[in-house]
């Protein structure tokens, strides 16, 4: 029978970065805070997030036969800093290079492919954010880090700039006991640094007030007034309370090729990038951003914001109107 420690062996061979193995249980707490988060409204027009909350709770809802949560994490860190001066535009370091859904699914692929192959009845499947699996949980149950006041899951090793995916499956393994204390202790920082005041209490984000939200999730023709307001050059994600974390001076250089920045987007120009956006037509965005994140919010959204991030640089001009967005 394949053993925790051949599969842990062999994801750090395929470039995972931290790796745990718990048993697949009813996340009853989480679940609870889940709902309460929900009810609340905190999720904005996310709504996938209510239709996938039952699924959520436990991954025998998904995968009947599942026995084992294989959580995992892999670094993303790349050694650039975001442009300041205000000309241009800033881009979360999390889409500077390709997408990490295809990335990390791709590695939990092969993963799983050689657990199959060494125990054939092995069943399982993958998640990799866009699943019904409450990534951030599974995480800290596993021991790979603590969730963070900002949300996020910080790692003593590596701090937070850490992309998350699981496989559940139906074998019985070892499994992992050591939980990751809480190491925020009395900082504030990333409530304080937060330009909207997202983080409206410790390990509770409002994403209708996030700037990642705003311009990655939400469709509207236009961004909240509050939001334009406080972008700073913002135009795809927003990296302000990972930035000010004291733990990500424990952050180190990727080892994953992947997610090397593409040049472009490490410091775009707004004015150029709006031209640029200008001169493609749908099938000419979505072809060059295919393997990008920057394809979520589709050509329209990330024109919105580019013209916002102006806009806030501008602010005796009129509000752009919805009816000059790409179509």
Same mark, same amino acid.
């Given at each position: ?51 996938? #909350?039952?699924?959520?709770? &436990?991954? $025998? =809802?998904?995968?009947?036969? !599942? ?133 409206? #209490?410790?390990?509770?984000? &409002?994403? $209708? =007030?996030?700037?990642?939200? !705003? ?113």
């Amino acid at each position: 029978m394949v053993t925790s420690k051949q599969i842990k062996a062999k994801a750090y061979e395929l470039g995972i970065t931290l790796i745990g193995i718990v048993p697949a249980e009813a996340l009853t707490e989480e679940s609870e805070k889940l709902q309460e988060w929900l009810r609340a409204g905190f999720h904005g027009k996310m709504g996938y997030m209510e239709r996938t #909350a039952d699924k959520r709770s &436990d991954p $025998r =809802k998904v995968l009947p036969s !599942a026995r084992s949560v294989i959580s995992t994490a892999i670094n993303y860190y790349t050694p650039y800093q975001h442009e300041q001066s205000k000309d241009f535009g800033k881009i979360s370091r999390y889409a500077w290079g390709k997408d990490y859904h295809e990335v990390l699914a791709n590695k939990l692929r092969q993963l799983l492919e050689w657990i199959k192959e060494t125990e054939p009845q092995a069943e399982g499947f993958i998640s990799v954010d866009a699943g019904p699996m409450m990534d951030k949980a599974w995480a800290v149950r596993a021991g790979l880090g603590w969730l963070g006041k900002h949300t996020n899951v910080i790692s003593r090793s590596h701090g937070s700039w850490l992309f998350l995916g699981e496989i559940v499956t139906n074998l019985e393994l070892e499994y992992d006991t050591q939980i990751e204390t809480d190491h925020c202790g009395k900082c504030m920082k990333c409530i304080e640094a937060c330009p909207t005041s997202a983080i409206v #209490a410790p390990y509770v984000l &409002d994403a $209708r =007030k996030c700037i990642s939200y !705003a311009t990655i999730e939400l469709k509207d023709d236009l961004l909240p007034t509050e939001i334009t307001a406080a972008l700073n050059g913002w135009i795809f994600g927003c990296d302000i309370c990972q930035d000010v974390c004291p733990w990500n001076r424990f952050s180190k250089p990727t080892d994953e090729p992947d997610f090397a920045p593409r040049s472009e987007l490490l410091a775009p120009v707004l004015e150029d990038f709006e031209k640029q956006l200008c001169s493609l037509s749908q099938q000419e965005f979505k072809h060059k951003y295919r393997d990008s994140p920057l394809s979520r919010p589709k050509l329209k959204g990330l024109l919105r914001n580019v013209r916002a991030a102006k806009f806030n640089l501008q602010p005796q001009l009129p509000a752009p109107d919805a009816s000059s967005q790409a179509t």
